[in-house]
């Protein structure tokens, strides 16, 4: 990916988990806090790439057949890093969000490297509905709204339904991590090195936005 946007979002990158990875173990647990006062964080959105390589073969489906959806949420950066993760290699890209310009840059600079129609819509139930019904229309959707959003789940019972942060993802023991997909969850394999991941944080995009 090239271009400013690409380019901060490169310069950005390895600092999203810094403040998770490296912070002190909390003394109140997570589940204990009232759900105002839950973190929306998920650790393992560096490893965005691989874990969906391992969900898609799981459910055998070759990676040049994969047409995910993403549903934006209050952090657009968020999407758009996993969204240029994710995108090599793809053939259909679909994002769904309240602020399309956000997107436009990254749309134009993936046509122009990989030929690649990433198609932006206006986040609405309507569309949301129409990408249920539709077989062929994205086979994998990531919900990166936030968690006090209702799920969609029951929306999408025959695609690969992903809550990035709707339903918390757990480590399993040793590398596996435990994916939520639907109402249920998938076991795959976690990267060995999750702190040199490519991954963003908002004060440190926001600063190069800034700049």
């Not at 990916?1 to 003394?27: D, H, V």
């Amino acid at each position: 990916m090239s271009g400013k946007n690409g380019a901060k979002i490169r310069n950005a990158a390895i600092f999203f988990l810094k403040r998770t990875l490296f912070k002190e173990k909390q003394t109140q647990k997570e589940d204990d806090l009232p759900p105002e006062e839950e973190e929306e964080e998920n650790l393992f959105l560096p490893q965005i790439r691989e874990i969906t390589k391992e969900i898609l073969k799981k459910r055998k489906i070759p990676y040049h057949q994969f047409m995910p959806v993403i549903i934006d949420g209050k952090d657009s950066g968020i999407s758009l890093l996993a969204a240029e993760l994710l995108s090599k290699d793809l053939n259909h890209l679909i994002i769904l969000t309240d602020r399309p310009a956000y997107f436009e840059e990254f749309a134009d600079n993936l046509y122009e490297e990989q030929g690649l129609i990433a198609e932006i819509f206006f986040k609405s139930r309507e569309k949301i509905e129409e990408i249920a019904r539709q077989e062929l229309y994205g086979n994998l959707i990531l919900d990166f709204e936030e968690r006090k959003k209702k799920s969609l789940a029951g929306n999408f019972e025959k695609k690969i339904y992903i809550p990035v942060f709707k339903r918390r993802w757990e480590q399993s023991g040793n590398l596996d991590i435990a994916v939520p997909i639907g109402y249920n969850t998938m076991i795959v394999r976690g990267s060995e090195n999750p702190k040199t991941r490519r991954c963003l944080d908002k004060f440190e995009r926001a600063f190069y936005e800034n700049e």
